[in-house]
């Protein structure tokens, strides 16, 4: 692992500023708070870049940190990070109450909703834990159900086990793999994760008759995404269904057709724009080829899902594409 930034026990209140300004750039603008007769030994360490930010936090003080709705206004990021908690405690304070994260125990925090957050240590005054930065897309498409969820989670069963096996790996050899392996564990990772708190989607699904209708709606628009006039009546006559009963099974599942389109074509030009495949393809392109019949289209639903337009999403991740935008596009992607 990269270590990040680092301070002993001895150095200065302003020495520790460092540590605390670099974990707040990978983590969500907010304070850090603590004893400044007490100032903490630490060290933050990054073990992955991409598809997640893995780091790795260690300290011997408690602190405290927040994020406020003026942070939120001032840098709307929309991750979600997951804290493993490996020694000490975590205590979130949400607005609708408080939620405390043991060791070997696992907790979720919006970066879009207030919260406070107190980091504990154990008997030894010794808090270890990691945190994995989630994009949107990712959080959508593998922990979608978890949206809401403000519980601890237990990693003792045999998908936490296998969740707590891969981050092992990932921290291990992060630096050493390829992007698409790494994309590849970090989507296992994930998937492990939402099946040990019983969400994985496709196993949650009772399979009623209107489940298994869903299941194959979806499965056709993820066939079908690149056709810019996949209509909701397209989709029930292909599907052999009428659109009045397409309702039913949408309304049944708590969805909406809408929901079901850019849940699909959103992660597929996230990916496009960060593939090496397609990394110096233009952004009209990447839209066309996600089923969007615009650039300018696809530039405002990318923005509102993911917090920031396709050409700045792209340049984040260290692309930065060598096509140039029209000028209409570029208005709409700015």
Not at 75 to 95: D, Q, T
Not at 196 to 201: A, E, P, Y
Not at 254 to 275: F, H, I, N, Q
Request: charged fraction near 25%; charge should be positive.
């Amino acid at each position: 692992m990269e270590i990040l930034a680092s301070c002993l026990r001895s150095a200065s209140a302003e020495a520790w500023k460092s540590v605390g300004a670099t974990i707040l750039r990978e983590l969500s603008s907010g304070r850090l708070e603590f004893d400044s007769n007490h100032v903490p030994a630490s060290t933050f360490s990054k073990a992955l870049g991409f598809p997640i930010s893995l780091t790795h936090f260690n300290v011997d003080a408690p602190l405290t940190y927040r994020r406020t709705w003026q942070d939120i206004r001032s840098n709307k990021v929309g991750v979600k990070v997951i804290w493993f908690i490996r020694r000490g405690s975590l205590e979130i304070l949400r607005s609708n109450g408080t939620c405390v994260v043991e060791a070997g125990h696992a907790g979720i925090l919006d970066s879009n909703a207030p919260f406070r957050v107190k980091i504990l240590g154990d008997k030894c005054r010794v808090h270890e834990s990691f945190q994995i930065i989630v994009p949107p897309d990712l959080f959508l498409t593998h922990l979608c159900e978890a949206e809401n969820c403000d519980e601890a989670l237990t990693l003792d069963t045999p998908a936490g086990h296998l969740a707590q096996s891969l981050l092992a790996l990932l921290v291990e050899k992060g630096e050493q793999l390829s992007r698409k392996t790494a994309k590849t564990l970090t989507e296992g990772l994930l998937e492990a994760i939402g099946e040990s708190i019983g969400v994985r989607q496709n196993g949650a699904r009772r399979q009623r008759l209107v489940d298994r209708r869903l299941v194959d709606i979806e499965e056709f628009i993820e066939m079908n995404l690149t056709d810019p006039n996949l209509s909701y009546a397209k989709v029930a006559e292909c599907c052999g269904i009428s659109p009045r009963y397409l309702c039913h099974i949408l309304k049944e599942n708590g969805k909406s057709y809408s929901e079901l389109l850019w849940r699909s074509r959103l992660p597929k030009a996230r990916d496009l724009l960060v593939s090496t495949a397609t990394r110096n393809y233009s952004i009209r392109e990447v839209a066309y080829m996600s089923g969007f019949k615009s650039a300018a289209h696809f530039s405002r639903r990318f923005k509102a899902t993911y917090g920031r337009p396709p050409r700045n999403y792209r340049n984040a991740h260290g692309i930065a594409g060598t096509c140039q935008l029209l000028p209409e596009i570029a208005a709409a992607d700015a």
